[in-house]
């Protein structure tokens, strides 16, 4: 940079650099993951049908809907930055994922992961020059823009590590883990002592999705599904917090559910686009 | 909130003498130290007495505590935590060991002593830290921060690049495609982000899609 301000960590990256934009948070709370397609009416952000809605394993957890939530007035689904984390470290299965509409985000979860009433923390992100705090103080710095790249006055988010990738999987696996899958990380906290500060980027969880018909006959054009004749399985990639004496973040496929009948197809479910993950705490 | 760790190990060739380990860690407060301290031994006789009460560390410490300090043999772990700051700290810890003929020539155990030390709160020297009001620390200098840098959007038809100056498969760059049913993906290379059409697998593609980008691209 020819003028400005520039800060380095003590390894050398870059934290304040004139240029680049601060986050600013702009709506946090906390809710219980759920499932997707409860109603025949829930649609993706494209209008599609997200979900048959019928005949679904009893013994998991379908009927648990995705609370949805809006985004703050202004502001769409493609401004918004989604965090979160889990609230404690109860939830021994701890799998989000979200999905958007144009105006609200749910925080979801494959249907065979019963979140119960344990709940998770978001943070929606956004870019703004409003600060969150008494402005008579503190250090701002702006771009040449006249946008604000960091200000003391707002709750900084700390970004640890970063990671991406295509969580592709193999259609011929049925295990409800990250077997099969393109795993995108782990990444490691560098600090596992504050393990439940840390939080994870889920945009990627959302982008896109895959369904695969099962058995009976040829493979179906998508969001084709017949009750009582074919199974039918919905893919989308979960970022998954794991606790340990090592605790990190990793983001891979998996399935939701809902019937099956036999066999798989030998198919590759490529989830298509890129999907970024970063890590980090909210301070 | 920060927390070293430090493995620390006598030598057997030590085993005979009453041997110093040392090391150092700078410290700040509200970090803290996990610390392991280990005796090698030969024998079973020199292990087997690591084990006993009368192998417990005993603790010198100047302006740190340690958890626990009472009852660690070799090779266990405990924690260091640093009291006040700009000032220098050390923990000392002082394992007896049996040894058959230990030097000087007096009885049949030997000590190993392990210190370590630094200074709590004065590093490093350099580099910005940001307090809000309270006094709580919003930026330090080992805090990497995540900054918004830009976002693409369009459409592709064939595998192409988007020109990205600066960026670099290096670390610090992320990127995300957020849109919706998008079969784009895409790859960090230098100053350019690489955009592919996907390929599926034997099944072709099964569920729809689109060739839409829309891509953030973001600091770390």
């Known amino acids: ?283 | 909130m920060t927390t070293h760790t430090i493995a620390m190990t006598s030598s057997t060739a030590s085993l005979p003498y009453p041997a110093t380990v040392s090391a150092n860690q700078d410290i700040a407060v509200g970090d803290t130290i996990s610390l392991t301290m280990t005796v090698s031994t030969n024998t079973y006789a020199e292990g087997m007495s690591l084990t006993a009460s009368s192998a417990y560390a005993v603790f010198t410490l100047i302006n740190c505590t340690v958890s626990p300090s009472t009852g660690v043999n070799s090779g266990e772990t405990i924690t260091v935590t640093p009291i006040n700051n700009n000032a220098a700290y050390s923990c000392s810890a002082t394992i007896t060991h049996y040894h058959a003929s230990p030097y000087p020539p007096v009885g049949t155990t030997q000590t190993k002593t392990f210190v370590l030390s630094g200074v709590v709160g004065v590093l490093p020297v350099y580099g910005l830290e940001i307090f809000d009001a309270n006094g709580n620390s919003r930026l330090r200098y080992d805090n990497r921060l995540c900054k918004f840098h830009s976002v693409y959007t369009g459409t592709i038809s064939n595998n192409t690049t988007i020109s990205v100056p600066g960026i670099a498969a290096d670390g610090t760059w992320g990127i995300n495609n957020q849109a919706q049913n998008s079969l784009v993906q895409c790859f960090v290379g230098t100053n350019v982000i690489a955009l592919n059409t996907t390929s599926f697998g034997t099944g072709g593609n099964l569920y729809g899609g689109n060739y839409n980008y829309e891509i953030i691209v973001f600091r770390v």
């Open chain 1, 1 to 283: 940079m020819g003028y400005g301000f520039l800060s380095n960590t003590d390894n050398g990256y870059a934290q304040i650099d004139g240029e680049n934009l601060q986050l600013k948070v702009l709506a946090s709370g906390s809710v219980v993951p759920g499932v997707i397609g409860i109603s025949s009416s829930d649609k993706d952000g494209v209008g599609n049908s997200l979900y048959p809605n019928s005949g679904r394993i009893s013994n998991w957890h379908p009927s648990k809907a995705a609370t949805s939530i809006s985004i703050p007035t202004g502001y769409s689904s493609s401004d918004v930055f989604l965090f979160a984390r889990p609230s404690s470290s109860t939830q021994s299965t701890k799998m989000i994922g979200c999905i958007f509409s144009s105006s609200t985000f749910r925080i979801t979860c494959p249907e065979w992961v019963n979140w119960g009433s344990n709940t998770v923390d978001y943070k929606l992100c956004v870019i703004n020059n409003d600060e969150d705090e008494n402005t008579n103080y503190g250090l701002r710095v702006f771009n040449a823009a006249g946008d604000l790249g960091f200000s003391s006055n707002r709750t900084n988010f700390k970004g640890e590590q970063f990671a991406y990738g295509t969580p592709s999987r193999n259609m011929t696996t049925t295990s409800s883990s990250d077997y099969g899958s393109t795993v995108i990380g782990p990444m490691y906290f560098d600090k596992p002592n504050e393990k439940l500060d840390y939080y994870c980027l889920l945009n990627g969880c959302a982008a896109y999705s895959g369904w695969q018909i099962v058995t009976g006959g040829s493979p179906q054009q998508s969001f084709i599904y017949n009750a009582g004749t074919r199974g039918m399985f919905w893919y989308q990639p979960y970022v998954q917090f794991v606790y340990g004496s090592n605790p990190s973040v990793k983001m891979f496929s998996d399935y939701s559910k809902s019937q099956a009948y036999g066999s798989y197809f030998g198919n590759q479910v490529d989830l298509a686009s890129t999907r970024g993950i970063v890590i980090g705490i909210f301070v």
